[in-house]
């Protein structure tokens, strides 16, 4: 175990000596904390100098620290085969792969680097954005000016393009995937997220937009075939419920209305994807079955309340379904209210084996609380809910 920890921990040395340091990712935590999940590490340039930026993502939430580079280093030589038995490090020339276990050797894999990518240098600067402002591709879709400022309107889509970069980005390196990837974005519209999701990953991924408007569809490819994106994206028309899947990597489905939520989250699970990102639109589906709780019927006689009780125990029973098919999910606001009222993001990673009964039955416990008796993900799943 040692000498491979050892060469691993010598060229993690090595890339933060020399700055090139994209990122570094630990997995496999068996610490005594049990929320903890991974740690993300990255380089950041502070105004009191070069550290080391620690995301140490639990279960529930997300913590992050600053940490000179000595120090930094210190801490991950005792994390690393310690607490966390998976190491990951990326560089712009390299990756480097350790697996421990837990009493016996561990062993090393060294890869080239899947895309020329730079260490970003972070914080107390001009904002540095995953997605370039000045874009061809923005330009062309109507985003941001020849000067990458967003044009009139067009500064929350600008926000949300960037957020989902950022959250895309931290959910890839706890996926682990390499290229090639595999991705769908079911209801691509107008391709802003698409094509965000394309620049981010870049030739190592290859990306379909499915969009019901076949204007939109072939707008965007045309966009994509002028600006260098293709083959590796392409956009087609087509409806979530009749596009065939089959050996997905991640699937995504952004305001989906009402059970086409559902229907992409099927298909996702169907074709075995490790990610799957949905941001829910209308709900309907269970409006006319909340039977409500003697003790809220006097609150949900109001059609406000109706709506937003609606709305979480649907959220709140796809959430809880992809945990029981297999998946660890977290639900986070997506983007400010300011800029879209529909801004729940749930996230879904494959983590665990299908089929837990304890939390089959906390599902049931939740549906029979509101009545509810069918739900479009449930049955698509097989999952009986009364």
């Known amino acids: 175990m040692a000498d491979a920890r050892e060469q691993f921990l010598t060229l ?10 994209v990122k570094l990712t630990l997995g496999r935590h068996r610490g005594a904390d049990a929320t903890l999940r991974n740690l993300f590490v990255r380089a950041v340039q502070l105004k009191r100098g070069p550290h080391l930026s620690f995301l140490w993502r639990h279960e529930k939430r997300d913590v992050t620290k600053n940490h000179p580079p000595e120090e930094a280093l210190a801490l991950l030589a005792e994390l690393i085969g310690g607490d966390f038995l998976d190491a990951h490090l990326f560089t712009p020339a390299q990756t480097a ?5 837990p009493d016996g050797p561990a062993r090393i894999k060294l890869g080239a680097a899947e895309r020329a990518v730079a260490a970003p240098p972070a914080h107390d600067q001009p904002k540095a954005h995953l997605i370039a402002p000045d874009a061809a591709w923005l330009q062309a879709l109507g985003v941001t000016n020849a000067h990458g400022r967003p044009v009139e309107g067009m500064s929350g889509k600008f926000r949300q393009i960037q957020k989902f970069a950022e959250v895309l980005q931290h959910l890839l390196a706890e996926t682990n995937l390499t290229a090639p990837i595999e991705v769908v974005d079911m209801g691509s519209g107008k391709g ?3 094509f965000a ?7 190592g991924a290859h990306i379909r937009g499915i969009e019901s408007r076949p204007e939109l569809a072939a707008l965007c490819q045309q966009v994509a075939a002028a600006h260098g994106f293709a083959p590796q994206l392409e956009f087609s028309a087509g409806s ?7 050996n997905l990597d991640v699937l995504i489905a952004l305001h989906a209305c009402d059970t086409a939520t559902d229907d992409a989250l099927a298909k996702g699970v169907a074709a ?5 990102l949905v941001a829910p639109c209308c709900h309907k589906e269970l409006r006319s079955q909340l039977t409500p709780p003697p003790v809220l019927a006097g609150a949900l006689r109001h059609g406000i309340f109706q709506e937003r009780q609606a709305e979480f125990v649907t959220d709140g029973l796809r ?7 297999g998946y660890r999910t977290r639900v986070m606001e997506f983007i400010s209210t300011e800029h879209t009222a529909k801004n729940l993001l749930i996230t879904a990673v494959k983590a665990h084996p299908r089929g837990d009964e304890a939390r089959a039955a906390r599902i049931r416990e939740l549906a029979a609380f509101y009545g509810i008796r069918r739900q479009a993900l449930a049955r698509q799943l097989g999952f009986l809910l009364a």
Request: proline content about 5%.
């Open 192 to 194: 802003y997220l698409t």
């Open 319 to 325: 959430a809880e379904l992809l945990e029981w098919a």
């Open 197 to 203: 999701l394309s620049a981010l990953l870049g030739p």
């Open 272 to 276: 075995g994807a490790s990610l799957l």
């Open 12 to 21: 993690l040395r090595a890339a933060a000596a020399r700055g090139d340091l």
């Open 240 to 246: 979530i419920a009749q596009t065939p899947l089959e």
């Open 97 to 101: 792969r350790l697996e421990c276990q």
